[in-house]
């Protein structure tokens, strides 16, 4: 009776996930059930346990940007940012074990917030997805799946790694499981010296700081048919903050405090009929300061930023056919300097997915989501994919989708002067009042785009994606993949000049100004033969603003000098390079020697080919004439070593070449050493 | 019969001037000019305004001048032209009907001067945004980084001179340096433009 009842329960499923994914990857982000990753039509690609292990990694973002066509990129703000088929952080969602992160610095979540010490695997859809995640996952998802123990019994995982700039990561993972009960918890502590690139003035690129993650994992089955799992996790940093103002250097303290709690009740009627009610709640805050040199607080930041979701969801599973609805509500709020009032949002939503499999070799999913917000129109978001195998070996792989992102609270409630630089940007809801008053005490010199244009509502940033596939596994041994992708976003928000005031600041608002696509093919190979495994990835991209396209073809022309006269010419289309920070070519490859349980080599080499910062010659577009950052290489090498059953060691160097660019490129710091001591009790 | 004569004159009239228009090509060259020295000047940092010399220039004469049959002058970023009202006491005396409007294109790309976009420097401002560059929605540019200014590409000073005549210009660049280092005091106001100057008042290039 038990175990039939037991036939489709989590921990059953679990079990088939570990003995499947020794055959074959098991993924369930794409589709918010488990889906064997060869049967999915949807572009996923998930990064193992051992993947993460054998790279040494302390942070998501030494692990992610060695996936192909995933690259980070360093922010306005210091932190990194994610770009996937072209799309950047602020279009890509990151979840934990299902839920999203929140705390966006100008639209990207900050990758060395996460440890990856206690995740099991991490999978990455690509392309739009927001028919089931709803808004800013428009370039795709990002999943990370937290370790649990599947035997009964204790494991005790302790690592201690050293490295370059004095950075010490110590960690602790404890997973237990007896019969109902199932309890994995974890530290993470991680402190480094940061890193100078730049030594003619009194800034460091990275300050010093400190982290550190708790985070736990529980699961208890009431019964066979009641199961109840909770996370939390618990995310502190304190960071040197520190700003040079006519040349003296200020210094002060950033801090980041982040938790999130996450429990649901799921519900097994029986083998075809499931439910699990689900509630996440998560705030993020932070505080940065200066003190003056009497220790006075003078430059005081705050961001406190709270989210309450919860969910129902329904999972139907017949022969052929699964479905799954869902219905939920999001409140969400925000508070921080520089806002003209508190930014509170709530949302409902509804989404149905259906997957079918026909004739034995076609696989369909379709779904569908419908996003009502408190204060913002609604948004249907749409996917459609179908997956045939031709034969055993050839499978054909096709979706679309769109996607959305509602203007974010900084693009809407923003009220910000930088009194350093002069400049003056308002968020679109507040922006016409503010211009007015303005305008009425007489401190504006020149309107570029009238008041009225801004008196309403920006709309939403919209997407269409387009993947077209194949799978080729030629041998057991040799398998390829390729994919051809298109993104059109629309109605792009950017800021643009609205008026100069009277002492030559610019005033700043935002607008749906441009149309975007980002197109490309991703290829990846992957050989495996006796004890190596290689693995060789490349993304061609383009990325281009048609707005910009359609001005050259239309003769509205963009114009640039000629280096050695300063004569001004007009571009040609083949002058336009595309947008900002993308690189046309991308490529990494990756090899792994196992030798019989003792000893894992590993090296990994990523390539990014040349791209443009910013316009240079002044013409607003990025052409063939800026200046471009150049393409370079970073070479990792990592050697594992076994010591016996429950001890080993790594050591290894990142960046091997030592690559840096201190103008452009403020998160490579350079060659890294490290090791790392690993204990295992079970 | 006064009538027709008055007519037979004035065809006579059209008929030579067009003629005179279709030798006019010859007229009107390229001319390129090195680093007009601009300066003298000072920037307020409390509200980022001008003062100092404004440095006259002459079409006609093809330099500086120092009288009162002035074209455009400069002084740092700021460029005025002799028609119009002073927006400021410190300006050149104006004593003519100079008006100027910013096209965009490249310089052979203009080939006729659009009347109805002459602007005259008005009693707020000059007819050419004065603001540094920083809203860029002028001649010139300003990095806020480098803070380096520099004429945006494609962007044609079109002129009306003192005296009714035309020009166009283009202003190639702001230093007298190669690699100007504003941070270090190297603050620029050298001006090397080209123009073309229509001596015989039509409007055509």
């Given amino acids: 009776m038990l175990s039939s009842f037991f036939s489709f329960s989590q921990n059953q499923e679990d079990s088939i996930i570990i003995i499947n994914s020794k055959l074959k990857e098991i993924t369930i982000s794409a589709t918010k059930s488990s889906i064997s990753l060869d049967n999915l039509p949807i572009p996923t690609s998930v990064i193992t346990e051992k993947e993460i292990s054998v790279t040494s990694a302390s942070k998501l973002d030494e692990v992610i940007t060695k996936e192909t066509g995933i690259i980070s990129v360093p922010t306005r703000t210091g932190t990194e940012g994610l770009q996937i088929q072209g799309l950047d952080a602020s279009y890509i969602t990151i979840l934990i074990d299902g839920s999203p992160l929140i705390g966006r610095s100008f639209g990207s979540l900050d990758l060395n917030r996460i440890s990856v010490e206690n995740i099991e695997r991490i999978e990455i859809i690509k392309g739009a997805s927001s028919s089931l995640y709803g808004s800013n996952a428009l370039g795709g998802v990002i999943n990370l799946i937290t370790k649990k123990q599947i035997e009964d019994g204790y494991k005790i995982n302790l690592a201690l790694k050293y490295s370059s700039h004095n950075t010490v990561n110590p960690n602790i993972l404890y997973q237990y499981k007896r019969g109902k009960l199932n309890l994995s918890n974890s530290f993470d502590f991680y402190k480094t010296d940061g890193y100078d690139l730049i030594n003619s003035d009194l800034l460091k690129t990275v300050n010093p700081f400190n982290n550190y993650t708790f985070s736990t994992k529980l699961q208890y089955g009431f019964s066979e048919k009641f199961i109840l799992n909770s996370n939390a996790r618990y995310f502190n940093q304190n960071q040197l903050y520190t700003n040079e103002k006519l040349s003296t250097l200020y210094e002060g303290e950033s801090l980041i405090n982040e938790w999130n709690f996450r429990t649901s009740l799921q519900y097994f009627l029986n083998s075809k009929f499931s439910q699990e009610l689900e509630i996440y709640v998560t705030n993020y805050n932070t505080d940065e300061f200066l003190l003056d040199s009497n220790d006075m607080v003078f430059d005081d930041n705050f961001y406190n930023h709270t989210l309450i979701q919860s969910e129902f969801k329904m999972n139907i599973s017949l022969n052929s056919a699964k479905g799954i609805i869902g219905v939920g509500g999001i409140k969400e709020q925000l508070d921080r300097k520089d806002f003209y009032d508190m930014a509170i949002q709530d949302l409902k939503f509804i989404y149905a997915q259906l997957e079918v499999t026909t004739f034995d070799n076609i696989n369909i999913i379709a779904g569908t989501r419908f996003d009502h917000y408190s204060n913002y129109s609604p948004e249907i978001s749409n996917k459609l994919a179908l997956g045939i195998s031709l034969s055993d070996d050839i499978i054909i792989n096709s979706s679309i989708g769109s996607g959305y992102k509602v203007p974010d609270f900084r693009q809407r409630y923003f009220d910000f002067t930088n009194s350093t630089i002069g400049y003056t940007v308002l968020g679109r809801d507040v922006a016409f009042d503010r211009l007015i008053s303005m305008e009425y005490d007489g401190i504006i010199q020149e309107i570029f785009i009238p008041f009225s244009e801004i008196n309403s509502n920006l709309k939403s940033e919209t997407s269409v994606n387009l993947n077209i596939g194949a799978r080729y596994n030629l041998s057991k041994k040799l398998n390829f993949n390729v994919n051809f992708f298109n993104n059109k976003v629309n109605n792009l928000i950017e800021w643009q000049l609205v008026a100069l005031s009277e002492n030559n600041t610019n005033i700043y608002s935002y607008f749906n100004i441009n149309e975007v696509e980002t197109k490309g093919i991703e290829f990846n190979t992957q050989y495996k033969i006796d004890c190596w495994e290689i693995k060789l990835g490349y993304q061609l991209l383009y990325a281009l603003d048609a707005k910009v396209l359609n001005n050259i073809d239309q003769d509205t022309s963009y114009f640039a000098r000629d280096p050695q006269t300063q004569i001004s010419f007009k571009l040609n289309k083949d002058d336009y390079f595309g947008l900002f920070n993308r690189s046309r070519h991308t490529a990494n490859v990756k090899i792994n020697y196992q030798l019989n349980d003792k000893l894992n080599i590993n090296t990994i080499i990523n390539y990014r080919s040349k791209y443009g910062l910013n316009d240079s010659n002044g013409n607003n577009i990025l052409d063939s004439y800026d200046r471009f950052v150049d393409g370079y290489c970073l070479w990792d090498i990592g050697i594992t070593q076994n010591i016996n059953s429950f001890q080993s060691f790594q050591v290894g160097i990142k960046n091997v070449l030592g690559f840096t660019n201190p103008e452009y490129i403020s998160n490579i710091s350079g060659r890294l050493y490290y090791i790392n001591l690993k204990i295992n009790l079970t | ?205």
């Fill in chain 2, 1 to 205: 019969m006064k009538y027709i004569f008055l007519f037979f004159i004035l065809n006579l009239f059209i008929f030579t001037s067009c003629e005179e228009i279709l030798n006019e090509d010859v007229m009107s060259e390229n001319v390129l000019f090195v680093e007009l020295n601009a300066s003298q000047y000072i920037v307020n940092p409390l509200d980022s305004s001008l003062t100092g010399k404004y440095e006259r220039f002459s079409f006609s004469e093809g330099d500086t001048v120092n009288h009162d049959d002035w074209d455009v002058a400069f002084r740092g970023s700021t460029i005025i032209v002799n028609g119009g009202v002073n927006s400021s006491a410190d300006q050149p005396n104006r004593s003519g009907s100079a008006a100027v409007y910013i096209a965009n294109g490249i310089m052979s790309d203009i080939k006729i001067v659009d009347v109805n976009k002459l602007i005259e420097d008005g009693a707020t401002r000059p007819a050419i945004i004065d603001d540094l560059g920083i809203s860029g929605q002028g001649w010139a540019s300003y990095n806020q980084e480098s803070h380096v200014l520099s004429p945006i590409a494609g962007k044609i000073l079109v002129f009306r001179t003192h005296d009714n005549k035309y020009a166009k210009m283009e202003i190639l660049y702001y230093y007298d340096s190669e690699d100007p280092q504003p941070s270090q005091g190297d603050f620029g106001g050298f001006y090397t433009f080209n123009y073309v100057y229509q001596s015989n008042g039509t409007i055509n290039f």
